[in-house]
């Protein structure tokens, strides 16, 4: 990693711990089963935004493994 890159990990590590905090208070007022559900779809958008919003990529067998669920 260099230092360029940096302030872009950064910010994104905050972010990944701010929704990861979030997911933790939302258990306050929802099931543990409901929870699981939203953290679930994690795995189906993540692939998704890539492809639509960051025009990266993603592999086949990405695609594959979503359709397998």
Known sequence: MSLKSLPGVVLRGLAL???GCAQQAGLKYTTAGNAGF??????????????L????????ITWL???WL
């Not at 919003?53 to 086949?60: A, D, L, M, N």
């Open 53 to 60: 919003f960051w025009r990266q990529h993603v592999q086949r």
């Open 17 to 19: 711990g701010r929704r």
């Open 38 to 51: 939203i953290t679930g779809l994690y795995v189906v958008f993540i692939p998704i935004f890539l492809g």
């Open 65 to 67: 493994g979503l359709c």
